[in-house]
């Protein structure tokens, strides 16, 4: 009886020793999660029970449970590279469809654009229409193809005109600075995306009223209308906004467009003349130039034009019960009956943690502590040994016995 029980506590140790090189052979393993053999004892039981004198009858495995708290930090200088800060894992989707969840973030761009890991895994996100987040979930993909360019239709001018000024003589004339008392110009875009200069005049007519002349590229042989601009006599916008001067035909072949410029929160005070806002709502096409994932895992695309547009929204998933997944390999896990389902949201919201883009969580193995774990499951081991050898000894002296 005392080699069998013997023999179970040599496996017991032995799975101990196992789960505990596994722990430090992944030591450096990114998102990788420390495991812990756990025994019970064994007794032999009838049907009415255990006898009260009953005498175990060794150990066995209960469970080899991973650990799932969190593991430190490190950061990188690749974007796409997400750390989880807090509870929740990454759901990714092998080439065969079916669904994977890990901690590990190590991400790249495949050739058609899907964010996968090492293993070909893709990345599932919410999508996004136009730069909307919706709630289609699907595999995290980048639309590498330029951005149209999208003509100017308005602009935002936040001036101050000063009541002091004089009204210039004669006429307008935009050769002339003698002509008009002020002048401010800005680019705007045709519909092929082409620049043009924008200037803007500024002529005093009269009490708390100002003419605004507007002339694109210097081109004085389209005349475009002048707009009347009125003010109070506290300085404040009373009139003539927002100002449109009329189309404007570019020679470039593109599509006549015309400007509407918004003159809220303009002033006439008497102060130099000054440029508090200037914004206007055109661009010129544009190529991705990088990737910017934030917290909530909003996916950025920046495009070399200035603009950016999401792609995108990481989400992650929880179980209520992390202990019942089944561990794969390769850092990924899948979800078991004893896990639960699969609660599936944006980082940041319930109890899901948040994304650290340029950054991994390494593993959370705590060397010092499984190097004692070695040494403890090492002396189980010989203690185990020793006892079939006493066993042996007690045995091999009832045989001698005449």
Known sequence: MAFRIAVSGIRAATADLDATGNNIANANTTGFKASRAQF???????SLGTSQNAIGQG?????VSQQFNQGNVAFTDNSLDLAINGQGFFALEDPAGSRLYSRAGTFGVDKNGSVVNASGQRLLAFGASAGVITGALGPLQFNSANIPPQASTTAQVGI?????ASIPAGAFNPADPNTFNNSVSTTVFDSLGQEHLATLFYRKTGVNTWDTHLRVDGDNTQTLAAQTLTFSNAG????GSPTTHGAYTPTTGAAAFSLSFDYAGSTQFGAEFGINALVQDGFTTGRLSGIDIDENGIVLARFTNGQATAQGQVVLANFSNPQGLQALGDSAWAETNGSGTALVGAPGTASLGVLQSGALEESNVDLAEQLVNMIVAQRNFQANAQMIRAEDEVTQTIINIR
């Open 59 to 63: 150990v066995q495995i209960a469970a």
């Open 160 to 164: 101050n005109l000063d009541a002091g």
């Open 236 to 239: 404040v916008l009373t009139g």
């Open 40 to 46: 019970s004892d064994l007794f032999a039981a009838s």
